[in-house]
């Protein structure tokens, strides 16, 4: 398949990477730029854990030059790709999710104790799904700190227009809520709307599929579980049809 690549950079390029070693063609446009978010002093670093649903949030401490400091922490890591970052950035212990935000909360039962001290949760200035509201309520002191935000950005270039427009692309892939809104809003400016109509959109979860159709009437097709295997499982299945 040829197949619009639109999350951020750097993981852009390393999708993209992978879709060529799987046999398919990828154009790289991401639709969100990610900005580092100083938070001021390191907090909570008596916490019993940090908990991170992305990459961004640890490359962004990383510049932050805040890893350091953090690195005796237990971490609570989203997925597989977040918890291999993690590691190599010096965190010694690291429990790995699901592949989504809300996969986290029966691990985190399982394995923390309100009584045990603050978890340090560490985010953009948006996310998907807030894991605080539902921890407070469980009797957890969670300290939420925003160390970087995504931004839109404001038009696609000419290839990936023409691309769309005239019809040389299969697929689209979006990765989050905020990629898909992005993704839209940049089809309606550009009136590209009618050609993205023939084109699969390959969603990470129903979440981004539900803002997409939101939006305008796209084609979707969801993977199984929120996670880089079954998003391939899934492309491979729509390559075959």
Do not use: W
């Amino acid at each position: 398949m040829r197949l619009l690549v639109t999350r951020p950079q750097p993981d852009a390029d390393a999708q993209a990477a992978l879709l060529r070693e799987h046999g398919h063609e990828a154009i790289v446009t991401p639709v969100l730029a990610v900005e580092v978010c100083d938070p001021g002093p390191v907090p909570a670093t008596d916490a019993q854990a940090l908990i991170v649903t992305s990459r961004n949030a640890l490359r962004a401490l990383d510049e932050l030059s805040m890893i350091d400091a953090m690195t005796h922490l237990p971490v609570i890591a989203v997925g597989k790709a977040t918890a291999r970052l993690a590691e190599n950035l010096g965190f010694r212990s690291v429990t790995v999710g699901a592949g989504a935000a809300p996969s986290l909360l029966p691990l985190i039962r399982e394995t923390r104790n309100p009584v045990n001290g603050p978890l340090l949760y560490v985010t953009g200035e948006k996310t998907a799904f807030d894991l605080k509201p539902a921890l407070t309520a469980e009797g957890f002191d969670v300290v939420q700190t925003v160390v970087y935000a995504t931004r839109p950005v404001k038009k696609l270039d000419a290839e990936t227009i023409d691309a769309i427009a005239g019809g040389n692309l299969d697929g689209v892939i979006l990765m989050s809520a905020a990629t898909a809104q992005a993704y839209a809003r940049l089809m309606k400016e550009h009136e590209l709307e009618d050609a993205a109509t023939k084109l699969v959109h390959l969603c990470l979860s129903s979440n981004v599929a539900d803002v997409l159709l939101e939006r305008f009437d796209a084609h979707v097709a969801i993977a199984s579980r929120p996670n880089q295997d079954d998003l391939l499982a899934l492309i491979a299945r729509e390559a075959a049809n």
